[in-house]
């Protein structure tokens, strides 16, 4: 079956740095596009950054400059790397794999999620 793992969440003081991973199984993954989406307490799952199966990459405004999304398709595996961390960074942090046929969405994957705390 399929199965998106992510890990690399924890504890971060601000301006730390963080690197999460997600392992992809099951799928072809390098015919995936892959996502970080986060969801804080009390509000709705936003994408952070997105990369696509041919590596194009896109991330929302609040993270750009400070995190990068990247993939290695020989491992399976999508990381984001954050830097200088803000405490309205803090989040459970989910990984996601979307495949396209034909320029519409076919099939969709999510991890079971990764919390990331940015606190002093």
């Known amino acids: 079956q399929v199965q998106l793992v992510e890990s690399g969440g924890g504890l971060v003081q601000p301006g730390g740095s963080l690197r999460l991973s997600c392992v992809a199984s099951?799928?072809?993954?390098?015919?995936?596009?892959m996502g970080w989406y986060r969801q804080a307490p009390g509000k709705e799952r936003e994408l952070v950054a997105s990369?696509?199966?041919?590596?194009?990459?896109s991330s929302t405004d609040s993270v750009k400059g400070r995190f990068s999304i990247s993939r290695d398709n020989a491992k399976n595996t999508v990381y984001l790397q954050m830097n200088s961390l803000k405490p309205e960074d803090t989040a459970v942090y989910y990984c996601?794999?979307?495949?396209?046929?034909?320029?519409?969405?076919?099939?969709?994957?999510w991890g079971q999620g990764t919390q990331v705390t940015v606190s002093s």
């Open positions: 990369i696509t199966s041919g590596g194009s990459k």
């Open positions: 996601n794999a979307k495949y396209y046929y034909r320029s519409v969405l076919s099939t969709e994957y």
């Open positions: 099951g799928i072809i993954f390098s015919s995936y596009g």
